[in-house]
């Protein structure tokens, strides 16, 4: 995994001689700045319906820590039109299924389901992005849930090393802040601040409405305008400054009660408004993308350093990250952190080889068109480049990782990783004592 700059009123078809999957799609901005994505596909008798809001993490401060994860969890608890479970009750008496995800950047909400709950479920939607009752009752029974949430992402080590590790890449950005929030305010936050929270950024500027499947894409707009069209709202706070200053390496560290030392390392990379996105995609692929990647042969298979090594990029709408995950005995820390360096600084140095670059792509568009595979996936690809204002990507994505050389991968290192090093998370296992 994801602001719009469209015409008010504007459809037009997206199509790609590289990419026929979105040939077709309506993209149009409503009148009340709301964005619909419409994409019509009759291979199944199915639909996804997806509303996906620009709020996360990122828009939250201390006060504010988990509201976002929290109205997650509350906004199918009762709404105008459908009070109590009657959402979730419709939706699973015709075999369907509904969830919700909050991330650092968005919260999405879905409905997979038969194509003859496609309008009911529009409907489902639209009243609980603008009519979410919040009772209190359900606020009160869902706080134990949310908080139980907390306690077993402290406990989890992959959790607690991600978020050591963007408390020390992201020094001024959001980014830092961690998605599932504060005890403290998820315990004390009043009904009150919970609705302010959610008036202020469940507003039409702030949502997408993307829909793929087996519908008639000129009704289900129709829909869509006499539903979500007719909500208003205020205008969305301003989003925060997303792009990190450039900074040194810092590391941050923590004991824990584990076997093993779990090692999180990177830096700080494009934006998705630079086209290195997709170089730092394959350089990825290339250092830590499965069993044929550098790290995976020399580390684990020639040098048997770690239990487990990996590499990817995280794209973001401001600064992006290039992580490096690694597991290991920590008597063997010293080696482990120095191999990596040293594939690094060797793909800085001499860059990639040929052969590399071509099982990068290769790799790179094979997961590509494998999460194409659901009405699920082409509507969340549709929403996620629209919400990070590259809606072209949606279709021109392999042919950016087409245009990418061997050159531009050293390129990438020499201007990303160099002059900063690497920041680093580690979670050591705690000394036993002996019996």
């Not at 996804?48 to 828009?59: F, H, M, P």
């Amino acid at each position: 995994m994801i602001a719009l700059a469209l015409l008010c009123l504007h459809t037009h078809s997206d199509a790609s001689g590289n990419d026929p999957i979105f040939k077709g799609v309506k993209n149009v901005n409503l009148r009340n700045g709301m964005t619909v994505l419409i994409k019509e596909n009759h291979s199944q008798p199915l639909v996804s319906v997806q509303v996906w809001v620009k709020v996360g993490s990122i828009n939250e401060n201390e006060s504010t820590a988990g509201l976002s994860h929290f109205i997650e969890h509350l906004i199918f608890k009762g709404s105008r039109k459908y009070p109590g479970d009657a959402i979730t009750r419709k939706v699973e008496t015709r075999g369907g299924m509904i969830n919700a995800a909050t991330s650092k950047e968005f919260t999405e909400f879905y409905i997979d389901i038969q194509k003859e709950g496609f309008e009911e479920s529009v409907r489902m939607l639209a009243d609980a992005m603008s009519s979410a009752l919040f009772p209190a009752e359900e606020i009160e029974r869902e706080r134990p849930v949310v908080i139980e949430e907390i306690v077993r992402s402290n406990d989890n080590p992959n959790s607690v090393l991600y978020d050591l590790y963007n408390s020390a890449v992201f020094q001024k950005t959001p980014y830092r802040h961690n998605v599932i929030g504060s005890e403290q305010v998820i315990r004390k936050v009043s009904r009150d601040n919970i609705v302010k929270y959610y008036s202020e950024h469940y507003v039409p500027e702030n949502i997408i409405v993307s829909v793929a499947g087996d519908l008639n894409s000129d009704k289900a707009l129709a829909l869509i305008k006499d539903t979500f069209g007719k909500q208003a709202g205020p205008k969305p706070p301003q989003q925060p400054v997303l792009i990190e200053p450039s900074h040194g390496p810092n590391s941050q560290a923590r004991t824990k009660d584990l076997e093993h030392a779990y090692w999180l390392g990177g830096f700080i990379g494009p934006d998705i408004a630079s086209d290195d996105q997709f170089t730092a995609d394959l350089a990825s692929t290339i250092l830590g993308g499965g069993r044929s990647s550098r790290l995976f042969r020399k580390l684990r298979e020639e040098k048997r350093l770690v239990y487990y090594i990996n590499a990817s990029f995280w794209s973001q709408h401001g600064s992006g990250s290039f992580a490096l995950m690694s597991v290991y005995d920590p008597k063997k820390e010293k080696d482990v952190v120095d191999g990596i360096n040293a594939e690094l600084n060797s793909l800085m140095n001499d860059g990639p080889t040929d052969e590399e670059v071509a099982r990068a792509k290769v790799m790179a568009k094979s997961q590509w068109f494998f999460g194409m595979e659901t009405f699920h996936d082409q509507a969340s690809t549709l929403a996620y480049w629209n919400l990070m204002e590259r809606p072209e990507l949606a279709d021109g994505y392999i042919a950016g990782l087409e245009k990418v050389t061997k050159e531009d991968i050293k390129d990438f290192f020499n201007k990303y990783y160099r002059p900063y090093g690497l920041n680093q998370a580690i979670l050591i296992p705690k000394v036993k004592n002996a019996k």
